[in-house]
T-cell receptor, first 115, second 115 residues
Framework: DTAVSQTPKYLVTQMGNDKSIKCEQN?????MYWYKQDSKKFLKIMFS???????INETVPNRFSPKSPDKAHLNLHINSLELGDSAVYFC??????????????FGSGTRLTVV | AQSVTQLGSHVSVSEGALVLLRCNYS??????LFWYVQYPNQGLQLLLK??????LVKGINGFEAEFKKSETSFHLTKPSAHMSDAAEYFC?????????????FGGGTRVLVKP
């Protein structure tokens, strides 16, 4: 009954490989996100989808491609992995609109290590 | 564009002492404000949030924060630190009403609690 679940939790791979991270939320939220946390703990948004539509695409290399098959899922595919891609990737979801119910829920993260 | 500044990347407090973590933000519209806690090797957990109404917000684990519009601040406090409060704390801001409503995070403050 986890609210936002990511798989895998850990991912170790070699440079040049292609890998995917999956995210699913069972909260009924319309909006989902990918955030990247670097080695200095700095968190930055990468992408946001609202009801399967891409609405935020920050300055992320085009080796990163998000896909949202439905509003409960947001996957992240990374091509030609580089050492600098090593980080913790967090998926999140949020309610639309405004008000006291507004909030974000984060997954537990995927630690990607490129060797 | 929004930005969040957390003063002090590390804070050391004695068990039982006051915890004060500072957060200042800039936003072109009245923001939504959040504090998250991240324990080692875990995801982000919401401590508290300000969206509307009372400017003094109480959260989990005895934490509270006060929104001061005139000072563009949202400082986090806890009267008496516990060893279990050792973690990384993140302040975040969100534009209300923007599609996707991305969170912009501060750089984080690591709290160390001394016995």
């Amino acid at each position: 009954d986890t609210a936002v679940s990511q798989t895998p939790k850990y991912l170790v791979t070699q440079m040049g490989n292609d890998k995917s991270i999956k995210c699913e939320q069972n909260l009924g939220h319309d909006t989902m996100y990918w955030y990247k946390q670097d080695s200095k703990k700095f968190l930055k948004i990468m992408f946001s989808y609202n009801n399967k539509e891409l609405i935020i695409n920050e300055t992320v290399p085009n080796r990163f491609s998000p896909k949202s098959p439905d509003k409960a899922h947001l996957n992240l595919h990374i091509n030609s992995l580089e050492l600098g891609d090593s980080a913790v990737y967090f998926c999140a979801s949020s309610l639309p609109g405004q008000g006291a119910n507004y909030g974000y829920t984060f997954g537990s993260g995927t630690r990607l290590t490129v060797v | 564009a929004q930005s969040v500044t957390q003063l002090g990347s590390h804070v050391s407090v004695s068990e039982g002492a006051l915890v004060l973590l500072r957060c200042n933000y800039s936003s072109s519209v009245p923001p939504y404000l959040f504090w998250y806690v991240q324990y080692p090797n875990q995801g982000l957990q919401l401590l508290l949030k300000y969206t509307t109404g009372a400017t003094l917000v109480k959260g989990i684990n005895g934490f509270e924060a006060e929104f001061k519009k005139s000072e563009t601040s949202f400082h986090l406090t806890k009267p008496s630190a516990h060893m279990s409060d050792a973690a990384e704390y993140f302040c975040a801001v969100s534009d209300r009403g923007t599609a996707g409503n991305k969170l912009t995070f501060g750089g984080g403050t690591r709290v160390l609690v001394k016995p």
